[in-house]
């Protein structure tokens, strides 16, 4: 079959927040045909690369024609005839037709959804399934075992994800406990419930957020980690078998090395805010903070991590952007110890592999990670497992943008079979328990 590229297409589509957002479908010579999204960040890091809206009063400024005809009018005859196979020189083309370092001039969704099109068309060339096809290119031997990542799961959404209802962005659960991905979703599935009962029965339960997580009506941040808390044990379980992740998101509140909460009604300096942080490490069974402080407060994540890094897994979201030389940057100042990766924040596949790789040379661990505006693609759970990148974050678990990528999980453990392993507590050990 042949895997020359043939055509593109390039359409509208809409997202889960009902935005505009592009979708491109990649078809090969031999009939094979790939489809990429590009999802969209709430809060995004100023140095990721820059979707292409076109303003103006349509749908909020936010369609997409501009970035719809840079598909077609210099992608396509940039990348036809090219090899669907040889993923790193169709998107080295793209990096070069683009020409400026954030992807700004052909816009970074039109460039994600092109590049994640080819990948898809190239799996489907070779009859394999994305995350085999993903193994299979990174010369995995066949008899190795299949790791199915631990999720991270929202319960409460926050932050821009909520109307800055609270300040904390995400409050998650990691099921470490769980043996499979099948009984690490349905441990979730429990907590969801009770967490959504608890809001009932407090008068609270006030609709969803953004990626599915129940809406924050709280009256400040540790009442929301208190009712996380409190939503485990419900569910039945001990802190060792659920743990909380959190993504503080702190670029939203703090810069300058000042922090204003909106919830807290007042200022802290740098010092003052980690202080906050360690205090819930020391209350609540926490086992992961992403973007403790905000992204221009290198000396503020050094100080973080330095406190809380041997025992809590601190992730750079905003602060590393899914870009290699900042994650290699960041180990050498020992400014986190993880790093998330999102494909439309690096703006082609394999620079979102280059940054993973940095990663894992760098002894981080890596975490696959959906953005706030999302669709039915399913990539990330593939690009988990055929990366082998040990955690999945997609939202909570509500929403059918969101299960599809958790579903897909289980549809991808029920195939590999006995080879599959669940990395459930593989975690614990990169950050000292």
């Known amino acids: 079959m042949s895997t020359q590229i043939q055509s593109l297409q390039a359409r509208r589509i809409w997202d889960s927040r009902g935005r505009p957002t592009v979708e491109v479908d990649v078809h090969l010579e031999g009939g094979a045909m790939g489809r990429g999204i590009a999802p969209a960040g709430a809060s995004t890091g100023s140095h990721e690369a820059i979707e292409l809206r076109d303003g103006g009063a349509d749908f909020g400024g936010y369609d997409v024609q501009k970035a719809l005809a840079n598909v077609m009018r210099e992608i396509a005859p940039a990348i036809i005839g090219r090899d669907a196979l040889d993923q790193r020189g169709v998107d080295d083309t793209l990096i070069a037709l683009d020409g400026t370092s954030n992807k700004a001039r052909l816009g970074g969704n ?124 419900k569910a039945g379980y001990r802190h060792g078998e659920v743990m909380i992740s959190l993504d503080i998101a702190a670029s939203e509140f703090g810069s300058g090395g000042v922090y ?107 975490v696959v990670s959906a953005r706030s505006g999302e669709s039915e693609d399913v990539m990330i759970s593939h690009l988990s497992v055929g990366w082998n990148a040990g955690q999945l974050k997609v939202g909570s678990f509500a929403r059918s943008e969101r299960m599809a990528k958790w579903n897909e999980l289980l549809r991808i453990e029920e195939a590999v079979g006995a080879r599959a392993r669940y990395a459930g507590a593989d975690v614990l050990p990169l950050v000292g328990i």
Request: overall charge negative; charged content about 20%.
């Open 110 to 233: 039109a460039l994600i959804a092109t590049s994640m099109a080819v990948l898809h068309a190239a799996a489907a060339s070779q009859r394999l399934p994305l995350w085999r096809y993903l193994q299979s290119t990174s010369a995995a031997p066949h008899d190795q075992s299949v790791i199915l990542p631990l999720p991270e799961i929202q319960i409460f959404g926050g932050g821009a994800h909520a109307g800055r209802r609270i300040d904390i962005q995400d409050l998650l659960v990691m099921p470490v406990g769980a043996q499979s991905m099948a009984e690490a979703l349905a441990m979730v599935a429990e907590v969801y419930r009770a967490a959504g009962d608890l809001m009932a029965d407090a008068g609270r339960r006030a609709g969803v957020a953004d990626e599915g997580g129940w809406w924050p009506d709280f009256a400040n941040n540790e009442e929301a980690l208190q009712m996380l808390t409190r939503a485990i044990e």
């Open 260 to 366: 204003r909460p909106g919830l807290e009604k007042r200022a802290y300096d740098t010092g003052e805010w980690i202080e906050v942080l360690l205090r819930w490490l020391a209350t609540y069974p926490i086992l992961s903070i992403e973007d403790p402080v905000a992204e221009d407060d290198t000396a503020g994540m050094i100080a973080f991590t330095a406190a809380a890094g041997h025992k809590v897994q601190v992730i750079g979201d905003d602060y590393l952007v899914t870009n290699a030389a900042r994650v290699r940057d960041a180990a050498a100042q020992k400014a986190c110890n993880a790093v998330l990766i999102k494909p439309n924040q690096a703006g082609t596949i394999s620079e979102t592999f280059d940054a993973l790789q940095a990663a894992k040379a760098c002894g981080f661990s890596t």
